[in-house]
């Protein structure tokens, strides 16, 4: 059975940081870009950022270039995203899931439709 856990969202004050993790099972890790993605109230998901399963390359949307750095540990199954110098419109519900970069936007990777619950990231002004 297919699992992607986000975790480790919370309230923080502007300019602050969060760090989530996303545990991965019942598929082969390696073989799938795993990436975040974020729906804030009354707004579409959107993708964030991206890591490819291989080599290590990374996409990040253009709101988070600079603030957010995703990585990933294969030998845990997981993918980080650590997120400084928030702001209130990172507001957002997070969640992790396989990912493609297709026109320069992050989309999800159909081969691997699943999203696991997410995680709140609230960012108080």
């Known amino acids: 059975e297919v699992q992607l856990q986000a975790s480790g969202g919370g309230l923080v004050q502007a300019g602050g940081s969060l760090r989530l993790s996303c545990a991965a099972s019942?598929?082969?890790?390696?073989?799938?870009?795993i990436g975040w993605f974020r729906q804030a109230p009354g707004k579409e998901r959107e993708g964030v950022s991206c890591?490819?399963?291989?080599?290590?390359?990374?996409y990040y949307a253009d709101s988070v270039k600079g603030r957010f750095t995703i990585s990933r540990d294969n030998a845990k199954n997981t993918v980080y995203l650590k997120m400084n110098s928030l702001k209130p419109e990172d507001t957002a519900v997070y969640y992790c899931?396989?990912?493609?970069?297709?026109?320069?936007?992050?989309?999800?990777?159909?081969?691997?439709?699943?999203w696991g619950k997410g995680t709140q990231v609230t960012v108080s002004s």
């Open positions: 899931a396989a990912c493609t970069v297709v026109g320069g936007t992050a989309l999800l990777y159909y081969g691997l439709d699943y």
């Open positions: 019942g598929f082969t890790f390696d073989d799938y870009a």
């Open positions: 890591i490819s399963g291989s080599d290590g390359s990374t």
